[in-house]
């Protein structure tokens, strides 16, 4: 099947720096991307669309100046958290499905923990 | 707006036996797709089964089936001859029809517990 690779996996940072997440479709293009925080024992909250080569579309609540959307390509989506504060703490999650066809699986990436200290 | 409910918080089920997880959805929509997402602790999110809404059959994997009631807007997981590695937490998901750029939505996902 499709792949997507996230990466960091894992990442520590202190407060007030910025972390950059990628998010890679290794064999296939697509045109959206989504971007998903999930806190520990809860659902996959959607945080944003990653169009490529527009703007990303963010849930309602969602900072746009605080977390960063980049789809420069049809293989790649970053996430940048900026300023980040421990409360961004979370594990994120990316997710793709080929641009082409009537695929309608949806492929993720392995995720990122976020620790803030 | 979509939604999708998982009633269900945490389920246990004993090695070998079988076990029904619950998921209902609401839509307006006459065409749409339906799945159930496993996410064992590795967190990694695996695809257990897919439903297209167009489809009277209901969709079935090795020991995975559902119970795809469309009237009623009822969407269960099936899990027969239940393994260790199926404890994971599951996830219901709803996606409209027309493919990449639709979103998934989500339940709140059931934890499922095998005992050995």
């Known amino acids: 099947g499709a792949v997507v690779s996230q990466h960091p996996s894992r990442v520590i940072c202190k407060s007030g720096t910025s972390v950059k997440i990628e998010c890679r479709s290794l064999d296939f293009q697509a045109t959206t991307m989504f971007w998903y925080r999930q806190f520990p024992k809860q659902s996959l909250m959607l945080m944003a669309t990653?169009?490529?080569?527009?703007?990303?579309?963010?849930e309602q609540g969602v900072e746009k100046d605080k977390f960063l959307i980049n789809h420069a390509s049809l293989t790649l989506s970053t996430l940048t958290v900026t300023s980040a504060h421990p409360e961004d703490s979370s594990f994120y999650i990316c997710?793709?499905?080929?641009?082409?066809?009537?695929?309608?699986?949806?492929?993720f990436g392995q995720g990122t923990r976020l620790t803030v200290v | 707006a979509q939604t999708v409910t998982q009633s269900q918080p945490e389920m246990s089920v004993q090695e070998a036996e079988t076990v029904t997880l619950s998921c209902t959805y609401d839509?307006?929509?006459?065409?749409?797709?339906l799945f159930w997402y496993k996410q064992p602790p590795s967190r990694q999110m695996i695809l257990v089964i897919r439903q297209e809404a167009y489809k009277q059959q209901n969709a079935t994997e090795n020991r995975f089936s559902v119970n795809f009631q469309k009237a009623a807007k009822s969407f269960s997981l099936k899990i027969s001859d239940s393994q260790l590695g199926d404890a994971a937490m599951y996830f219901c998901?709803?996606?409209?029809?027309?493919?990449?750029?639709?979103?998934?939505?989500f339940g709140t996902g059931t934890l499922l517990a095998v005992q050995p």
């Open positions: 998901a709803y996606r409209r029809e027309g493919g990449a750029t639709n979103k998934l939505i």
């Open positions: 990653s169009n490529e080569g527009s703007k990303a579309t963010y």
């Open positions: 839509t307006s929509e006459s065409d749409y797709y």
């Open positions: 997710s793709a499905s080929p641009a082409t066809g009537k695929n309608t699986e949806a492929f």
